[in-house]
């Protein structure tokens, strides 16, 4: 496993924890992403495997609706991207941003991981943990 993954595995397994750790009727709630709800944020972070897939000629297969099942729908969008991560000629590959063409392996790293992180601490707000950093958010996260 590359150091890439491990980090991606990581950051994915906490930002799992948080989303359990929110309970239903926390997921309406505002999070400090200005103009989403806690479901929203899952549903962000889920839908961004398209743009990892996409680039690869790879089509997203069905997912869980973030709305009514946020953990199926992160949890179906992470099988999808360590999918890539697990094959080496996948993770290589050359992908298409708006920042230029990389590798998908680092295109993985610089966006979806880190989305993870910021992501992560969002929903533990949204989940009412008390020492989560409030950071300001701009409209576009």
């Known amino acids: ?7 991606y595995r990581a950051r994915a397994d906490a930002f799992r924890r948080r989303t ?3 309970g239903d009727g926390q997921r309406s709630r505002p999070s400090p992403c200005e103009g989403r709800a806690a479901r929203d944020v899952v549903g962000h972070v889920a839908a ?10 790879r089509r997203p297969g069905p997912a869980p609706d973030a709305a009514g099942d946020p953990l199926g729908a992160f949890l179906t969008a992470r099988a999808g991207v360590e999918a890539v991560l697990g094959a080496p ?5 050359p992908c298409e941003t708006p920042a230029g063409t990389v590798t998908a392996e680092r ?10 992180v910021l992501h992560g601490q969002d929903a533990a707000i949204d989940a009412g943990d008390a ?11």
């Open 1 to 7: 496993m590359t150091a890439v993954a491990q980090r």
């Open 131 to 141: 020492a989560a950093p409030r950071a300001t958010r701009s409209p576009t996260t």
């Open 48 to 57: 961004m495997r398209e743009a990892t897939l996409r680039p690869l000629g």
């Open 89 to 93: 000629a996948l993770a290589e590959a």
């Open 107 to 116: 295109h993985i790293d610089e966006v979806l991981s880190d989305d993870l």
């Open 20 to 22: 359990e750790a929110t």
